[in-house]
Protein backbone atom coordinates (compact mmCIF):
# COMPACT_ATOMS: atom_id res chain seq x y z
CA UNK A 1 0.00 0.00 0.00
CA UNK A 2 2.90 2.53 0.77
CA UNK A 3 4.65 1.52 -2.36
CA UNK A 4 0.93 2.63 -3.95
CA UNK A 5 0.30 5.57 -2.38
CA UNK A 6 4.12 6.73 -2.99
CA UNK A 7 3.53 5.71 -7.03
CA UNK A 8 0.04 7.99 -6.94
CA UNK A 9 2.01 11.21 -5.57
CA UNK A 10 4.39 10.96 -8.61
CA UNK A 11 1.78 10.36 -11.25
CA UNK A 12 1.06 13.55 -13.12
CA UNK A 13 -1.26 15.66 -12.10
CA UNK A 14 -4.65 15.91 -14.59
CA UNK A 15 -5.23 19.17 -16.27
CA UNK A 16 -5.38 20.49 -19.73
CA UNK A 17 -1.21 19.87 -20.35
CA UNK A 18 -1.32 15.78 -19.20
CA UNK A 19 -2.07 12.96 -21.59
CA UNK A 20 -5.31 10.97 -20.26
CA UNK A 21 -3.42 7.74 -21.53
CA UNK A 22 -0.13 8.33 -19.50
CA UNK A 23 -2.45 8.86 -16.43
CA UNK A 24 -4.69 5.43 -17.01
CA UNK A 25 -1.92 3.07 -17.77
CA UNK A 26 -0.30 3.89 -14.01
CA UNK A 27 -3.13 3.81 -12.35
CA UNK A 28 -4.06 0.75 -14.28
CA UNK A 29 -0.37 -0.60 -13.04
CA UNK A 30 -1.75 0.41 -9.78
CA UNK A 31 -5.45 -0.72 -9.04
CA UNK A 32 -5.47 -4.68 -10.94
CA UNK A 33 -8.84 -4.82 -9.43
CA UNK A 34 -11.78 -2.54 -10.17
CA UNK A 35 -11.74 0.99 -7.81
CA UNK A 36 -14.28 1.74 -5.64
CA UNK A 37 -15.66 4.97 -4.43
CA UNK A 38 -13.25 5.23 -1.85
CA UNK A 39 -10.00 4.33 -3.84
CA UNK A 40 -11.34 6.79 -6.51
CA UNK A 41 -11.46 10.36 -4.02
CA UNK A 42 -8.40 9.12 -2.67
CA UNK A 43 -6.58 9.19 -5.97
CA UNK A 44 -8.63 12.26 -7.18
CA UNK A 45 -7.50 13.85 -4.14
CA UNK A 46 -4.13 13.15 -4.91
CA UNK A 47 -4.38 14.21 -8.50
CA UNK A 48 -5.25 17.59 -7.03
CA UNK A 49 -2.25 17.95 -5.03
CA UNK A 50 -1.33 21.40 -6.94
CA UNK A 51 -4.91 22.99 -5.81
CA UNK A 52 -4.59 25.84 -2.92
CA UNK A 53 -5.04 24.24 0.16
CA UNK A 54 -8.48 26.12 0.62
CA UNK A 55 -9.77 24.40 -2.69
CA UNK A 56 -8.32 20.76 -0.93
CA UNK A 57 -10.00 21.70 2.24
CA UNK A 58 -13.03 22.16 0.43
CA UNK A 59 -12.57 18.79 -1.31
CA UNK A 60 -11.60 16.75 1.41
CA UNK A 61 -14.31 18.59 3.69
CA UNK A 62 -16.93 17.60 1.82
CA UNK A 63 -15.77 14.20 0.99
CA UNK A 64 -15.35 13.26 4.47
CA UNK A 65 -18.57 14.71 5.72
CA UNK A 66 -20.83 13.66 3.25
CA UNK A 67 -19.26 11.02 0.60
CA UNK A 68 -16.95 8.77 2.79
CA UNK A 69 -19.67 8.28 5.46
CA UNK A 70 -21.03 5.99 2.37
CA UNK A 71 -17.98 4.36 1.14
CA UNK A 72 -19.30 0.45 1.92
CA UNK A 73 -22.27 1.07 -0.43
CA UNK A 74 -19.94 1.74 -3.14
CA UNK A 75 -16.81 -0.89 -3.07
CA UNK A 76 -17.95 -2.08 -6.24
CA UNK A 77 -17.59 0.24 -9.96
CA UNK A 78 -21.18 -1.56 -10.67
CA UNK A 79 -22.63 0.19 -7.32
CA UNK A 80 -21.57 3.89 -8.71
CA UNK A 81 -24.54 4.79 -10.79
CA UNK A 82 -25.69 8.45 -10.93
CA UNK A 83 -29.62 6.27 -9.16
CA UNK A 84 -27.52 5.50 -6.27
CA UNK A 85 -25.16 8.11 -5.92
CA UNK A 86 -28.55 10.21 -6.05
CA UNK A 87 -30.49 8.66 -3.21
CA UNK A 88 -28.05 7.27 -1.32
CA UNK A 89 -25.25 10.72 -1.02
CA UNK A 90 -27.21 13.78 -2.31
CA UNK A 91 -30.91 13.23 -1.26
CA UNK A 92 -30.13 12.88 2.62
CA UNK A 93 -28.27 16.35 2.51
CA UNK A 94 -31.54 17.87 0.57
CA UNK A 95 -33.89 16.97 3.05
CA UNK A 96 -31.98 18.68 5.94
CA UNK A 97 -32.32 21.69 3.74
CA UNK A 98 -28.82 22.38 2.03
CA UNK A 99 -29.50 22.94 -1.00
CA UNK A 100 -26.20 24.37 -1.71
CA UNK A 101 -24.25 22.07 0.33
CA UNK A 102 -26.26 19.01 -2.23
CA UNK A 103 -24.88 21.29 -5.40
CA UNK A 104 -21.52 21.48 -4.71
CA UNK A 105 -20.70 17.62 -3.37
CA UNK A 106 -22.93 16.67 -7.19
CA UNK A 107 -20.48 18.97 -8.50
CA UNK A 108 -17.26 17.40 -6.73
CA UNK A 109 -18.87 14.15 -7.96
CA UNK A 110 -19.08 14.74 -11.41
CA UNK A 111 -15.01 16.14 -11.24
CA UNK A 112 -14.21 12.86 -9.26
CA UNK A 113 -16.16 10.27 -12.11
CA UNK A 114 -14.94 12.44 -14.77
CA UNK A 115 -11.32 11.68 -13.33
CA UNK A 116 -12.30 8.68 -13.07
CA UNK A 117 -12.75 7.99 -17.19
CA UNK A 118 -9.80 8.94 -18.03
CA UNK A 119 -7.74 7.27 -15.31
CA UNK A 120 -9.33 4.08 -16.00
CA UNK A 121 -10.00 3.79 -19.67
CA UNK A 122 -11.93 0.32 -19.14
CA UNK A 123 -14.63 2.09 -16.89
CA UNK A 124 -17.25 4.06 -18.20
CA UNK A 125 -20.00 5.72 -15.56
CA UNK A 126 -22.75 6.38 -17.31
CA UNK A 127 -25.31 9.32 -17.36
CA UNK A 128 -23.42 10.57 -13.92
CA UNK A 129 -23.82 14.19 -15.70
CA UNK A 130 -27.71 13.74 -14.98
CA UNK A 131 -26.63 13.65 -11.56
CA UNK A 132 -28.08 17.09 -11.18
CA UNK A 133 -31.47 15.89 -12.11
CA UNK A 134 -32.07 14.85 -8.44
CA UNK A 135 -31.71 18.76 -7.25
CA UNK A 136 -34.08 19.43 -9.48
CA UNK A 137 -36.46 16.57 -8.52
CA UNK A 138 -35.82 18.08 -4.89
CA UNK A 139 -37.01 21.63 -6.02
CA UNK A 140 -40.03 20.09 -7.72
CA UNK A 141 -40.70 18.00 -4.52
CA UNK A 142 -40.87 21.69 -2.82
CA UNK A 143 -43.25 22.85 -5.12
CA UNK A 144 -45.52 20.39 -4.23
CA UNK A 145 -45.45 21.00 -1.27
CA UNK A 146 -46.21 24.61 0.36
CA UNK A 147 -43.32 26.59 2.33
CA UNK A 148 -44.37 27.33 6.07
CA UNK A 149 -46.44 30.26 6.44
CA UNK A 150 -48.28 31.75 8.97
CA UNK A 151 -51.37 32.18 7.37
CA UNK A 152 -54.11 30.86 10.20
CA UNK A 153 -56.55 33.15 11.47
CA UNK A 154 -55.28 36.97 11.82
CA UNK A 155 -52.63 37.64 9.28
CA UNK A 156 -52.27 40.83 11.17
CA UNK A 157 -51.51 39.27 14.14
CA UNK A 158 -49.44 36.78 13.10
CA UNK A 159 -46.94 39.40 11.34
CA UNK A 160 -46.91 41.32 14.21
CA UNK A 161 -45.95 37.93 16.28
CA UNK A 162 -43.13 37.42 13.03
CA UNK A 163 -41.21 40.64 13.76
CA UNK A 164 -41.91 40.44 17.78
CA UNK A 165 -40.13 37.12 17.91
CA UNK A 166 -37.59 38.00 15.10
CA UNK A 167 -36.43 41.07 16.73
CA UNK A 168 -36.35 39.77 20.22
CA UNK A 169 -33.98 36.64 18.89
CA UNK A 170 -31.88 38.91 16.71
CA UNK A 171 -31.94 42.17 18.10
CA UNK A 172 -28.32 43.02 17.33
CA UNK A 173 -28.20 42.50 13.99
CA UNK A 174 -30.12 45.18 12.31
CA UNK A 175 -28.95 44.10 9.00
CA UNK A 176 -31.34 40.96 9.23
CA UNK A 177 -34.00 42.95 10.58
CA UNK A 178 -33.32 45.17 7.46
CA UNK A 179 -34.16 42.23 5.37
CA UNK A 180 -37.08 40.42 6.82
CA UNK A 181 -38.67 44.12 6.85
CA UNK A 182 -37.49 44.82 3.26
CA UNK A 183 -38.29 40.55 2.23
CA UNK A 184 -41.96 41.91 3.46
CA UNK A 185 -42.43 44.83 1.33
CA UNK A 186 -41.50 43.43 -1.88
CA UNK A 187 -42.43 40.26 -1.48
CA UNK A 188 -39.68 38.43 -4.34
CA UNK A 189 -37.65 35.88 -3.88
CA UNK A 190 -34.79 35.80 -1.51
CA UNK A 191 -32.52 35.57 -4.49
CA UNK A 192 -33.65 38.42 -6.20
CA UNK A 193 -33.69 40.83 -3.33
CA UNK A 194 -30.53 40.23 -2.64
CA UNK A 195 -29.06 40.67 -6.00
CA UNK A 196 -30.50 44.53 -5.78
CA UNK A 197 -27.81 46.93 -6.17
CA UNK A 198 -27.37 50.47 -5.66
CA UNK A 199 -27.48 51.62 -9.16
CA UNK A 200 -30.83 49.60 -9.49
CA UNK A 201 -32.59 52.13 -6.64
CA UNK A 202 -33.95 55.05 -8.68
CA UNK A 203 -35.44 57.55 -6.11
CA UNK A 204 -36.08 60.23 -8.90
CA UNK A 205 -38.37 58.09 -10.85
CA UNK A 206 -39.58 56.81 -7.61
CA UNK A 207 -38.53 52.85 -8.97
CA UNK A 208 -36.72 49.78 -8.37
CA UNK A 209 -35.05 47.77 -11.26
CA UNK A 210 -34.87 43.68 -10.80
CA UNK A 211 -32.37 43.13 -13.34
CA UNK A 212 -33.88 39.33 -13.53
CA UNK A 213 -36.24 37.02 -11.79
CA UNK A 214 -36.68 34.04 -12.51
CA UNK A 215 -39.86 34.16 -14.36
CA UNK A 216 -38.55 37.38 -16.27
CA UNK A 217 -35.08 36.49 -17.59
CA UNK A 218 -35.53 39.54 -20.24
CA UNK A 219 -35.84 43.57 -19.78
CA UNK A 220 -35.97 43.06 -15.92
CA UNK A 221 -38.68 43.82 -13.64
CA UNK A 222 -39.90 46.89 -12.41
CA UNK A 223 -40.86 47.42 -8.76
CA UNK A 224 -42.54 50.26 -8.14
CA UNK A 225 -41.46 52.59 -4.96
CA UNK A 226 -43.69 54.33 -1.90
CA UNK A 227 -42.63 56.59 0.58
CA UNK A 228 -42.72 54.13 3.11
CA UNK A 229 -40.15 51.74 0.96
CA UNK A 230 -38.05 54.51 -0.09
CA UNK A 231 -37.28 55.35 3.81
CA UNK A 232 -36.18 52.04 4.08
CA UNK A 233 -34.20 51.59 1.29
CA UNK A 234 -32.49 54.62 1.79
CA UNK A 235 -31.82 53.64 5.32
CA UNK A 236 -30.59 50.21 3.55
CA UNK A 237 -28.05 52.12 1.13
CA UNK A 238 -26.26 54.63 4.07
CA UNK A 239 -25.44 51.16 5.52
CA UNK A 240 -23.74 49.09 2.54
CA UNK A 241 -20.54 50.39 0.84
CA UNK A 242 -22.35 52.78 -1.69
CA UNK A 243 -20.70 52.23 -4.74
CA UNK A 244 -23.17 52.11 -7.52
CA UNK A 245 -22.33 48.39 -8.33
CA UNK A 246 -22.13 47.23 -4.39
CA UNK A 247 -25.22 44.80 -3.52
CA UNK A 248 -27.21 47.03 -0.75
CA UNK A 249 -26.95 43.38 1.17
CA UNK A 250 -23.67 42.68 1.71
CA UNK A 251 -21.38 40.35 4.00
CA UNK A 252 -18.32 41.06 5.71
CA UNK A 253 -16.19 40.91 2.96
CA UNK A 254 -17.88 43.03 0.86
CA UNK A 255 -20.05 40.26 -1.19
CA UNK A 256 -23.33 39.63 -1.76
CA UNK A 257 -25.42 37.48 1.10
CA UNK A 258 -26.22 34.29 0.31
CA UNK A 259 -29.72 33.51 -0.55
CA UNK A 260 -30.33 31.61 2.43
CA UNK A 261 -29.12 33.93 4.61
CA UNK A 262 -32.71 34.95 6.46
CA UNK A 263 -33.83 31.33 6.05
CA UNK A 264 -31.07 30.24 8.81
CA UNK A 265 -32.25 33.49 11.06
CA UNK A 266 -35.93 32.31 10.94
CA UNK A 267 -34.47 28.88 11.82
CA UNK A 268 -33.17 29.60 14.55
CA UNK A 269 -36.27 31.60 16.40
CA UNK A 270 -39.04 30.31 17.45
CA UNK A 271 -40.38 30.36 14.20
CA UNK A 272 -38.72 27.61 13.08
CA UNK A 273 -41.63 24.90 11.57
CA UNK A 274 -43.71 27.97 10.83
CA UNK A 275 -42.41 30.53 8.79
CA UNK A 276 -39.81 30.44 6.38
CA UNK A 277 -38.67 33.42 3.95
CA UNK A 278 -40.21 32.26 0.93
CA UNK A 279 -43.62 31.97 2.73
CA UNK A 280 -43.85 35.37 3.06
CA UNK A 281 -44.85 35.64 -0.17
CA UNK A 282 -47.82 33.17 0.65
CA UNK A 283 -48.62 35.57 3.14
CA UNK A 284 -49.01 38.38 0.76
CA UNK A 285 -50.93 36.27 -1.46
CA UNK A 286 -53.70 35.34 0.92
CA UNK A 287 -53.94 38.48 2.24
CA UNK A 288 -54.69 40.19 -1.00
CA UNK A 289 -56.98 37.28 -1.75
CA UNK A 290 -58.70 37.60 1.61
CA UNK A 291 -59.09 41.21 0.76
CA UNK A 292 -60.70 41.06 -2.58
CA UNK A 293 -57.77 42.45 -4.35
CA UNK A 294 -57.55 41.56 -7.72
CA UNK A 295 -56.11 38.07 -8.08
CA UNK A 296 -53.87 39.21 -11.77
CA UNK A 297 -52.43 42.12 -10.23
CA UNK A 298 -51.45 40.13 -7.10
CA UNK A 299 -50.08 37.55 -9.16
CA UNK A 300 -47.43 39.89 -11.06
CA UNK A 301 -46.64 41.28 -7.44
CA UNK A 302 -45.11 37.70 -7.02
CA UNK A 303 -43.84 37.73 -10.56
CA UNK A 304 -45.99 35.11 -11.46
CA UNK A 305 -46.63 34.81 -15.40
CA UNK A 306 -49.96 33.70 -15.24
CA UNK A 307 -51.23 34.61 -18.56
CA UNK A 308 -51.57 33.62 -22.12
CA UNK A 309 -49.49 34.82 -25.43
CA UNK A 310 -53.01 35.95 -26.43
CA UNK A 311 -54.21 37.35 -22.98
CA UNK A 312 -50.58 39.84 -23.54
CA UNK A 313 -51.33 40.54 -27.01
CA UNK A 314 -54.92 41.83 -26.50
CA UNK A 315 -54.17 43.79 -22.94
CA UNK A 316 -50.74 45.86 -23.72
CA UNK A 317 -50.54 46.88 -19.75
CA UNK A 318 -49.59 43.39 -19.28
CA UNK A 319 -46.43 43.62 -20.96
CA UNK A 320 -45.05 46.39 -18.07
CA UNK A 321 -47.04 43.39 -15.75
CA UNK A 322 -50.10 46.24 -14.65
CA UNK A 323 -47.19 48.28 -13.04
CA UNK A 324 -49.74 51.12 -12.43
CA UNK A 325 -52.24 48.29 -10.67
CA UNK A 326 -49.06 46.87 -9.08
CA UNK A 327 -47.74 50.45 -7.56
CA UNK A 328 -51.58 50.88 -5.94
CA UNK A 329 -51.50 47.62 -4.84
CA UNK A 330 -47.92 47.34 -3.14
CA UNK A 331 -48.64 50.94 -1.84
CA UNK A 332 -51.45 49.31 0.24
CA UNK A 333 -50.09 46.19 1.46
CA UNK A 334 -46.59 48.33 2.16
CA UNK A 335 -48.53 50.74 4.59
CA UNK A 336 -50.28 47.78 5.93
CA UNK A 337 -47.18 46.11 7.26
CA UNK A 338 -45.80 49.29 8.40
CA UNK A 339 -48.41 50.31 10.63
CA UNK A 340 -48.02 46.48 11.89
CA UNK A 341 -44.23 46.48 13.04
CA UNK A 342 -44.18 50.48 14.07
CA UNK A 343 -47.62 49.33 16.48
CA UNK A 344 -45.59 46.30 17.46
CA UNK A 345 -42.16 48.19 18.02
CA UNK A 346 -43.72 50.79 20.19
CA UNK A 347 -45.35 47.98 22.59
CA UNK A 348 -42.28 46.43 22.97
CA UNK A 349 -40.49 49.36 24.02
CA UNK A 350 -42.93 50.13 26.33
CA UNK A 351 -42.63 46.98 28.25
Known sequence: MEKQVAIIKNVAVMDNDCESGRIAESYNYLNSEPPSLKSLCEEFLYSRSNNSSATLRTYGGLISNHIAPHYEQFKKVEDITMHRL??????????????????????????????????????????????????????????????????????????????????????????????????????????????????????????LHIVKTKTIKKGGFDVPMCPVLEELLTEIIATCPGKPDDYIFTNRNNKR?????????????????????????AIFSTWASRNNKDNLTSECVLTHKTWNRVQELYNRDLNGYLYNKRKKLMTEWIEYVHYLVSDNQKQSEKL
Request: charged share 25%; glycine share 4%; proline share 1%.
Open 86 to 207: GYIIIMPILKRGHQSTASAVISLLIMIMNYAGIAHEDICFRNIKNLSKVVNMKKKDEYEIPQKAMINKNIGKNIKYIFRVFRERHSKNKQVNQLLLLSFYLCLRQSEILSIRVKDVNFRRHN
Open 257 to 281: LHSSTLESYLYKTELRGMQTAHGIR
